[in-house]
């Protein structure tokens, strides 16, 4: 599904990915690890398309596409989400309107009728049960005022109405509670395990990863994956730390 090979890139001429390569196939779920400041919210960014940061060499293959020749809305209508580690609040616009916009215009770039009123709201009230959030944050604008954890749930929300191929979900466990992080892990597995969906999750904690049980883990650091294995290296990095594996 997406094959990033020898990935470089800059942000305002400071190198930061470093020759990274890495191959998530549908149905399986792919588990970032790594020190802070080596570059795991840079791979999400610079995947999803964010201006500013430049590619400098290598290749990002989605579906069989060129992921750098699309515009951030392209690879978006092509199925890609990414889940940020800091949503970002909108002011004015509300989230029905705002998802419902996003929904239809992806629609529409793919060729398919938009969603009625009605159709929407039923869509939106059943996701937003999955994820325990109260249908009346909907009506509110985007992120403003929500708590860290109502954000990252209504994140969660956007992706299950926006329906991905796709989701790069950058540390979606940070400020969420016990419970919220159970009702997340639950959400993300029926919105994403499936045979024909993948999911690259950025995380600093071990936790999420038994509610979201990876498939394989990496480590990234200083711009590349340095180590991959399977679950049981979430486990052993979080007894001993990332020391050995950078040094290796
Ligand atoms: N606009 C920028 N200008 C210069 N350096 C930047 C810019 N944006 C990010 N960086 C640097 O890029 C490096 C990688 O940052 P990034 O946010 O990708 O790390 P991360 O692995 O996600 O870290 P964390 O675990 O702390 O979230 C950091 O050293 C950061 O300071």
Do not use: C, W
């Not at 609040?89 to 705002?98: D, M, R, T, W």
């Not at 929904?103 to 793919?110: D, I, M, V």
């Amino acid at each position: 599904m997406l094959t990033i090979d020898n990935l470089t890139n800059e942000i305002d001429g400071k190198a930061i990915l470093k020759g990274l390569s890495l191959s998530i196939k549908a149905g399986e779920i792919h588990a970032i690890m790594g020190p802070n400041g080596a570059g795991k919210s840079t791979l999400a960014y610079t995947l999803g398309g964010r201006p500013h940061y430049e590619v400098t060499g290598g290749t990002a293959t989605f579906e069989g596409a060129d992921l750098f020749e699309m515009e951030p809305h392209e690879r978006a209508a092509a199925g890609l989400f990414l889940g940020f580690q800091y949503p970002v609040e909108i002011p004015g616009v509300s989230n029905l309107q705002f998802l419902r916009e996003s929904l239809n215009s992806q629609r529409k770039a793919r060729g398919e009728e938009p969603l009625s009123g009605g159709e929407f709201i039923k869509l939106a009230k059943e996701k937003a049960a999955l994820l325990g959030l109260d249908m009346e944050m909907l009506k509110r604008p985007v992120n403003v005022g929500f708590s860290g954890g109502e954000k990252k749930r209504a994140e969660m929300v956007q992706m299950g109405i926006l329906d991905p191929r796709l989701a790069i979900l950058d540390e979606t466990d940070s400020g969420l509670d016990i419970d919220a992080l159970k009702i997340v892990g639950a959400g993300i597995n029926a919105i994403m395990r499936r045979p024909d969906k993948a999911v690259l999750l950025i995380t600093h904690y071990q936790r999420l990863l038994d509610y979201v049980k990876p498939d394989f883990v990496h480590v990234l650091a200083a711009g590349r994956i340095v180590k991959s294995g399977g679950p049981e290296l979430a486990l052993e990095l979080e007894r001993e730390g990332y020391a050995e594996v950078v040094a290796a």
